[in-house]
C-alpha cells in the first residue's frame, strides 16, 4: 500500500464523511477503506479519527493532518496534470451538479458545445434543485441561482438572472389585470417549492420599494412545471426570465407590472475550496463565464401585450 492512496483515502473519508461514502468515490471496497485508514494510524503512531456507530470524527492530530493532505494532494494532482496534459487537449471527467430548468435548457447546450471542442473531456451531470454538499457527493462543480449562504464556497459570477411576474391573458381576461404589486392580493400564485418565503419584495418605478404576499394555488419544485400551469391559465407566476423568456415572446405568457422590478438573482459557478480545481474544470468555467457575458439570451424583452 503506498503512502499516497493512504493519504488519499484518509481525506476521502473525511470530506465524505463516513468510510462508506470514500469506498464509493474510490470504487473500492469499504474493507479496504478501512484497511487503509488502519495502516496509516499503524504507521504514524497516532489516532486520526474516533469512530462511533454513527459518524467519525477529527482528533486534534487527525485536523492538522488534514489540512495538510489537502495542499499535498492538491500539489501533486497538479504536478500530474502538468506532467501528462503538457501540450495536450483537456482530458478526463467533470461531475457538475446543476438546477434542473436551467441547467437542461441552458447548461445543458453550453456542456454539449463544450465538449465538442474538447473531445477527451467527459460530463457527470446530476440535474437538481436540490442543495447539495459538493464534496461529500464527489462533485468538482456546481451551478447555484441566487443567494450563496454558504460562504466557504468559492465562486464565479456566470450571468445575471432578472424575474418576472407572468399570467396567461386568458387567466387575466377572467380575474383582472393588476395595476399595481398590492393587486396580486387578489390573485392566486404558482410557487416555487424551494422559496424560502412567501413574500415577494419589489422596487416600483419611482424607486420606492414595497413586498407582497400571494396565496398560493400551487406549489412545486420545478419552475417548467409552475410555468406550465401559469400557461394552462391558473394562476400567476413570478419566475426568472430564462424559463418563460420564449412563452413571453410566443404571447402564450404576459408580462405583469412591467415596469416594477422584482429581486434580481445571479447565477455562478462554485466549487469548493478544498477541491484541486483541475485544469478542464477551469477551463470549464471560463467558457461559461464568457458564453454568458453581457446580456444572456434570455433576458430579451417583448411588449407586455396590455
Given at each position: 500500500?503506498?503512502?499516497?492512496?493512504?493519504?488519499?483515502?484518509?481525506?476521502?473519508?473525511?470530506?465524505?464523511?463516513s468510510?462508506?461514502?470514500?469506498a464509493?468515490?474510490?470504487?473500492?471496497?469499504?474493507?479496504?477503506?478501512?484497511?487503509?485508514?488502519?495502516?496509516?494510524?499503524?504507521?504514524?503512531?497516532?489516532?486520526?479519527?474516533?469512530?462511533?456507530?454513527?459518524?467519525l470524527?477529527?482528533?486534534?492530530?487527525?485536523?492538522?493532518?488534514y489540512?495538510?493532505?489537502?495542499?499535498?494532494?492538491a500539489?501533486?494532482?497538479?504536478?500530474?496534470?502538468?506532467?501528462?496534459?503538457?501540450?495536450?487537449?483537456?482530458?478526463?471527467?467533470?461531475?457538475?451538479?446543476?438546477?434542473?430548468?436551467?441547467?437542461?435548457?441552458?447548461?445543458?447546450?453550453?456542456?454539449?458545445?463544450?465538449?465538442?471542442?474538447?473531445?477527451?473531456?467527459?460530463?457527470?451531470?446530476?440535474?437538481?434543485?436540490?442543495?447539495?454538499?459538493?464534496?461529500?457527493?464527489?462533485?468538482?462543480?456546481?451551478?447555484?441561482?441566487?443567494?450563496?449562504?454558504?460562504?466557504?464556497l468559492?465562486?464565479?459570477?456566470?450571468?445575471?438572472?432578472?424575474?418576472?411576474?407572468?399570467?396567461?391573458?386568458?387567466?387575466?381576461?377572467?380575474?383582472?389585470?393588476?395595476?399595481?404589486?398590492?393587486?396580486?392580493?387578489?390573485?392566486?400564485?404558482?410557487?416555487?417549492?424551494?422559496?424560502r418565503?412567501?413574500?415577494?419584495?419589489?422596487?416600483?418605478?419611482?424607486?420606492?420599494?414595497?413586498?407582497?404576499?400571494?396565496?398560493?394555488?400551487l406549489?412545486?419544485?420545478?419552475?417548467?412545471?409552475?410555468?406550465?400551469?401559469?400557461?394552462?391559465?391558473?394562476?400567476?407566476?413570478?419566475?426568472?426570465?430564462?424559463?418563460?423568456?420564449?412563452?413571453?415572446e410566443?404571447?402564450?405568457?404576459?408580462?405583469?407590472?412591467?415596469?416594477?422590478?422584482?429581486?434580481?438573482?445571479?447565477?455562478?459557478?462554485?466549487?469548493?475550496?478544498?477541491?484541486?480545481?483541475?485544469?478542464?474544470v477551469?477551463?470549464?468555467?471560463?467558457?461559461?463565464?464568457?458564453?454568458?457575458?453581457?446580456?444572456?439570451?434570455?433576458?430579451?424583452?417583448?411588449?407586455?401585450?396590455?
Amino acid at each position: 500500500m503506498s503512502k499516497y492512496e493512504e493519504i488519499e483515502t484518509f481525506v476521502r473519508v473525511v470530506e465524505a464523511g463516513s468510510i462508506t461514502g470514500a469506498a464509493e468515490q474510490l470504487h473500492i471496497a469499504k474493507s479496504a477503506v478501512s484497511r487503509r485508514l488502519k495502516e496509516l494510524e499503524t504507521r504514524l503512531g497516532v489516532q486520526l479519527m474516533q469512530r462511533t456507530t454513527r459518524k467519525l470524527s477529527l482528533t486534534d492530530t487527525g485536523e492538522a493532518l488534514y489540512q495538510r493532505s489537502i495542499s499535498l494532494l492538491a500539489d501533486w494532482a497538479e504536478t500530474e496534470s502538468a506532467t501528462i496534459n503538457a501540450q495536450t487537449a483537456l482530458a478526463g471527467i467533470i461531475r457538475v451538479a446543476a438546477p434542473l430548468s436551467f441547467g437542461v435548457a441552458h447548461l445543458g447546450p453550453a456542456i454539449l458545445d463544450f465538449m465538442k471542442a474538447h473531445r477527451d473531456v467527459t460530463f457527470d451531470i446530476d440535474f437538481n434543485d436540490r442543495k447539495m454538499d459538493l464534496v461529500a457527493e464527489g462533485m468538482d462543480m456546481a451551478i447555484r441561482i441566487g443567494d450563496l449562504p454558504d460562504s466557504s464556497l468559492i465562486a464565479r459570477k456566470i450571468a445575471s438572472v432578472s424575474m418576472v411576474a407572468a399570467a396567461s391573458r386568458s387567466y387575466l381576461e377572467q380575474h383582472g389585470y393588476p395595476k399595481t404589486p398590492d393587486d396580486l392580493k387578489n390573485h392566486k400564485e404558482l410557487r416555487y417549492g424551494y422559496r424560502r418565503t412567501p413574500t415577494w419584495k419589489y422596487r416600483a418605478p419611482d424607486q420606492s420599494e414595497g413586498q407582497v404576499e400571494m396565496a398560493p394555488r400551487l406549489l412545486a419544485t420545478n419552475g417548467d412545471f409552475l410555468r406550465d400551469a401559469a400557461v394552462a391559465g391558473e394562476g400567476v407566476i413570478i419566475e426568472p426570465r430564462f424559463i418563460v423568456y420564449q412563452h413571453l415572446e410566443a404571447g402564450s405568457l404576459v408580462e405583469i407590472l412591467p415596469d416594477y422590478e422584482w429581486p434580481e438573482l445571479t447565477a455562478y459557478a462554485v466549487y469548493p475550496p478544498t477541491r484541486h480545481l483541475s485544469a478542464r474544470v477551469r477551463t470549464f468555467v471560463d467558457f461559461l463565464v464568457e458564453r454568458y457575458r453581457g446580456t444572456p439570451y434570455w433576458e430579451s424583452r417583448t411588449p407586455p401585450g396590455l
